[in-house]
């Protein structure tokens, strides 16, 4: 039950952004054992300059293709994570031609407690899931 929010900057195709969108949920499923069906994303797109993506002093420089994931989880382990951000530098480079130094993830961890999937129901506390 990850939300994946994908901001990009304006400029992509629907097909590009698409293969973005089932790669970025191959990576979801592969690394957190989620069901196919276990997809909630979301994608932002922003005129050029509006997303400030530096390098916090690693010293590369991003392209205008860069691209920032947050993905809004349950707690997962750090292998998971690990696994999750590796996933996503190789399957963005060799699916969609992202240069891996182009893709800034940053999880936020939540309880059950924190989602609603309809209804105004928290399904998780009422036994639903």
Same mark, same amino acid.
Request: proline letters at 4%.
């Given at each position: +039950?990850?939300?994946?929010?994908?901001?990009?900057?304006? $400029?992509?195709?629907?097909?590009?952004? %698409?293969?973005?969108?089932?790669?970025?949920?191959?990576?979801?499923?592969?690394?957190? %054992?989620? &069901?196919?069906?276990?997809?909630?994303?979301?994608?932002?797109?922003?005129? &050029? $300059?509006? +997303?400030?993506?530096?390098?916090?002093?690693? $010293?590369?420089?991003?392209?205008?293709?860069?691209?920032?994931?947050?993905?809004?989880?349950? &707690?997962?382990?750090?292998? +998971?994570?690990?696994?999750?951000?590796?996933?996503?530098?190789?399957?963005?480079?060799?699916?969609?031609?992202?240069?891996?130094?182009?893709?800034?993830?940053?999880?936020?961890?939540?309880?059950?407690?924190?989602?609603?999937?309809?209804?105004?129901?928290?399904?998780?506390?009422? $036994? %639903?899931?």
């Amino acid at each position: +039950m990850p939300l994946v929010r994908i901001d990009v900057t304006e $400029g992509r195709n629907e097909e590009e952004l %698409k293969v973005l969108m089932d790669t970025v949920q191959e990576c979801v499923i592969s690394a957190f %054992k989620v &069901p196919e069906r276990d997809r909630y994303q979301i994608v932002t797109e922003h005129k &050029p $300059g509006r +997303m400030i993506l530096q390098d916090t002093g690693l $010293g590369f420089e991003r392209t205008e293709r860069a691209i920032a994931v947050q993905v809004f989880t349950s &707690p997962r382990t750090t292998v +998971m994570k690990k696994k999750f951000c590796e996933l996503m530098a190789d399957k963005l480079h060799t699916q969609c031609g992202l240069d891996p130094k182009d893709l800034l993830i940053s999880f936020m961890t939540n309880t059950d407690v924190d989602w609603s999937f309809g209804y105004g129901e928290i399904q998780y506390l009422n $036994g %639903k899931l």
